[in-house]
């Protein structure tokens, strides 16, 4: 896998369920971003958690992170027809850049 | 808030022309990247600056230059246009390299034919 991998790569909910996907990554992070990309729109910065953070909330967003997994997860509560977008995670490793997953596909039915 | 734009929501070009797309933030930002994505690929990183005037080469540069002649302003360029470079083309900008978000423009779809 890269650095950085969501899972699943595409999520269908009810609206109003919860939306739950992953990010896995190789090597060590000083923290991993979320972002979320409408279609055919830029990315929009959701939430950064830091490498010695294991949670963090921002509205219906919540965020975890395991260092010993090299994993986090994103949480939407209470899922709207407006979150229907890809979510990317990003982590940043050190040097210049951060490096961005593929993204997750999530799509919210009526 | 953070206003990033780009010159062109889409644009369409014929094989070997020159073609320019431009960036432009309006929060004194220091570092601006370009990023392009096709599906299945994600982002991949053609060229950041962390300056004025200066550059430095992402993952994909190659058929790529960069300008920064203005700290608001970041153009990516493509000498000789090839069907290849069709793609998705996105602008960020960020305070700082690393540790903070960025923040991205509305992207251009660009059609090379």
């Known amino acids: 896998s890269q650095q950085g991998e969501e899972d699943p790569q595409a999520l269908s909910i009810q609206e109003g369920e919860n939306a739950t996907m992953n990010c896995s990554y190789k090597?060590?992070?000083?923290?991993l971003q979320w972002y979320r990309q409408n279609s055919g729109r830029g990315l929009v910065h959701l939430i950064l958690i830091r490498s010695n953070e294991r949670e963090k909330h921002s509205g219906r967003l919540r965020v975890t992170l395991d260092t010993s997994k090299k994993s986090s997860s994103l949480l939407i509560t209470a899922s709207q027809a407006a979150d229907t977008a890809s979510y990317f995670c990003?982590?940043?490793?050190?040097?210049?850049?951060?490096?961005f997953g593929k993204g997750t596909r999530l799509h919210i039915l009526p | 808030d953070v206003k990033v734009t780009q010159s062109s929501r889409y644009l369409v070009k014929r094989t070997g022309e020159k073609v320019f797309l431009e960036c432009v933030q309006d929060?004194?930002?220091?570092?601006m990247f370009w990023y392009r994505q096709d599906p299945g690929l994600g982002l991949r990183l053609i060229y950041f600056s962390y300056d004025v005037k200066m550059k430095e080469k992402g993952d994909i540069p190659e058929g790529y230059s960069v300008s920064r002649e203005k700290k608001e302003r970041f153009s990516l360029i493509l000498e000789s246009a090839s069907t290849n470079q069709t793609s998705m083309y996105l602008c960020a900008s960020s305070f700082f390299l690393r540790g903070r978000a960025q923040y991205f423009g509305p992207g251009t779809r660009l059609t090379v034919t």
């Open positions: 090597t060590s992070i000083n923290n």
């Open positions: 929060m004194d930002h220091e570092n």
């Open positions: 990003a982590t940043d490793v050190g040097g210049d850049k951060i490096i």
